[in-house]
């Protein structure tokens, strides 16, 4: 129960900093999102990527043609 509630947590953080942003590279959507939620608690870097890869799969935002360290938000 709480760990889905944290992964809801750190998808709804992921979407929110995309929206704003539209276009960021991985290192620096990783740092905003450690910054917006470390007021909950340490996160584990692998949790924060899986979730990027749900975001992805769910077409929330996707990778950049030729990139693979940035991503775009899907509007």
């Known amino acids: ?9 750190i998808q709804a953080t992921i979407v929110r900093i995309m929206k704003s942003r539209k ?6 959507l990783m740092v905003q999102v450690i910054d917006q939620t470390k007021n ?11 979730n ?4 992805i ?3 929330y935002m ?3 043609e030729g990139s693979r360290d940035v991503y775009n938000y899907v509007t």
Do not use: N, P, W, Y
């Not at 276009?23 to 620096?28: D, G, K, L, V």
């Not at 909950?40 to 899986?50: H, N, S, Y």
């Not at 990027?52 to 975001?55: S, T």
């Open 23 to 28: 276009s960021i590279r991985h290192h620096e």
């Open 52 to 55: 990027i890869d749900r975001l």
């Open 62 to 64: 996707e990778r950049a």
């Open 57 to 59: 799969e769910k077409e």
């Open 1 to 9: 129960m709480v760990e889905r509630d944290r992964q809801f947590e």
């Open 40 to 50: 909950r608690g340490t996160l584990d870097v692998a949790e924060i990527k899986k």
